[in-house]
């Protein structure tokens, strides 16, 4: 019974910036990786960060630089904090965690996506 909550999204001009949030709640043992995808209109769903239990991270070339992934373990909490964005950044965009659910076994989790709208 786990859930993925996206927040954060939404309207913003060339230039600024948005901060993404996904809260995982229900019963779980542990949170493992976590990422953000995003799914541009005609567009399949591509990985644009991630960020292991161990903190590293990984961004895709289009974003690095622009694009910040965190976490906050005590919330169950990922963000995406995404600045100077440009209207190719324009996506439905969705978490996603592979989640502990019992002591032994883990299976992945999507959110239910957030529209970030980036206009000229």
Same mark, same amino acid.
């Given at each position: ?17 948005? =901060? +993404? ?16 995808? =995003?799914?541009? !209109? ?11 239990? =161990? ?5 895709? *070339?289009?974003? %690095?630089? =622009?694009?910040?992934?965190?976490? *906050?373990?005590? %919330?169950?909490?990922?963000? +995406?904090?995404? @600045?100077?964005? %440009? !209207? ?7 978490? @996603? ?24």
């Amino acid at each position: 019974q786990v859930q993925l909550v996206e927040s954060g999204g939404g309207l913003v001009q060339a230039g600024g910036s948005l =901060r +993404l949030s996904c809260t995982a709640s229900g019963d779980m043992y542990g949170i493992n990786d976590m990422g953000w995808y =995003r799914q541009a !209109p005609g567009l399949q769903r591509e990985l644009i960060a991630s960020i292991t239990s =161990r903190d590293s991270t990984y961004y895709h *070339d289009s974003v %690095k630089g =622009r694009f910040t992934i965190s976490k *906050d373990n005590a %919330k169950n909490t990922v963000y +995406l904090q995404m @600045n100077s964005l %440009k !209207p190719e950044d324009t996506a439905v965009y969705y978490c @996603n965690a592979d989640i502990d659910v019992t002591y032994y076994s883990s299976r992945y989790y999507w959110g239910q996506g957030t529209q970030v709208t980036v206009s000229s």
